[in-house]
């Protein structure tokens, strides 16, 4: 395992994903923890991340030095490279300028690091002081304006560092950089592979499960459905998977989980119908967190329910359900302040609503996971590129993308204009460029038309696509026109209800990509 000390900037996690990349093992430590603890753990070398822009910034975390007197192989990273160079006995010059964006690096001394790569190259800074000599010992291998000293190394002691940031795509050789380090100098192997990942895991759940009998709640996403499929290929039909149907969902798409799962997972699935009871929740509500409080109340209750029968089912024959699935993710467990072996605040949130009797002990394969990783291992497993592959999709469904009440008769109208969407979007190829499109029904909101010889009165729906990494931010993916177009005359002859397609223009920030 890389230990990846994270010093608080948000680059620790795509560091760990590029060193997974790699093929190599990576987690994520706070740099909170005790030296002691990181040695304890035999990590096959540490990486030190991004952190506050200066080593003399107010509270900037220290490093301790017995991180390096125990042989383990370090490569530094930006401010991880101050820090290594302060506590090696190097100079970090107070300089207070910043150094951001693209910029040029001269690499002066090849080395192991940079190895055959260009010695002119563009890298990522971000950085305020910068090391002005480096500790005895080390090399100083490249240089830029603001950094003299921009990388160096020490190939007997294994140990090098990166003002810039090679984790980011924005750095041309970032990766082989990384590799270089992990490789080159750190002397490591790639050995870390999703079937590798698939055999350990199906042995960890049979260890945990035993010959007892779990749950798990699928929500048609992709995470719930490669854990379902983890646990179903570790321990067969002593798993029980529970679909709740809210009626939210678009169209066909139930039926396609129902069949994806079934027919590859041989999962015993259980799907509950309880659109009637999710639509009676819902009347006369528009305010959108309203909804969405609803539908996640509902959700409790019906999962609750189902539950129970499950339970019930199995002591009918002697049998107890003592484990629930999850498909919690690592972000998830980073952010929640977890790590391995340490409870997941969140996921057991996530469980809050069950009742005291329901006491499910809980299996998380994929909580050292990244997504795309996840999706690999679905791969793996057999299960279908349209569910591995699948956009994110809310929980809270078409619920949150009616504008107004949600009934039986608006979800029929925007499940067909948002098939016909989705129908051209994928026909014209574009499902992989698009992050996702909702299609969004103002239901509230006529306008007059003209189709054949009559005037219309009918609702507009939203093309919302947007282009994203993570959600957290996104741009409104330009369309080419005649897709659009398409769009527009298929929905307006097809959907009698709709008189106008609109287009969302506004990136994210200001709008969210829901518009609820
Ligand atoms: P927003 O609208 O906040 O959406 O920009 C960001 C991403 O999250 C999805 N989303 C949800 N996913 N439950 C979910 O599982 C929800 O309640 C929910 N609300 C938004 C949204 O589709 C987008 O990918």
Redesign the pocket.
Known sequence: TVLVVDFGAQYAQLIARRIREAGVYSEIVPSSVPVEEILEREPAAIVLSGGPSSVYAEGAPQVDPALFEGGVPAFGICYGFQAMAQTLGGTVAHTGDREYGGTPLTVTTQGRLFGDLPVEQSVWMSHGDAVSAPPPGFTVTATSTGAPVAAFEDVDRRLAGVQFHPEVRHTAHGQTVLEHFLFDIAGLERSWTMSNVVDEQVAAIRAQIGDRRALCALSGGVDSAVAAALVQRAIGDRLTCVYVDHGLMRQGETEQIERDLAEVTGADLRVVDASGQFLSALAGVSDPEEK?KIIGREFIRVFEQAATDVVADAQAHGETVDFLVQGTLYPDVVESGGGTGTANIKSHHNVGGLPEDLQFTLVEPLRTLFKDEVREVGRQLGLPDRLVQRQ?????GLGIRIVGEVTRDRLDVLRRADAIAREELSAAKLDSEIW?CPVVLLADVRSVGVQGDGRTYGHPVVLRPVSSED?MTADWTRLPYDVLARISTRITNEVSEVNRVVLDVTS?PPG???WE
């Open positions: 969405r994110p999709f809310p929980g809270p996702q959600a994210k969210t990509i829901e």
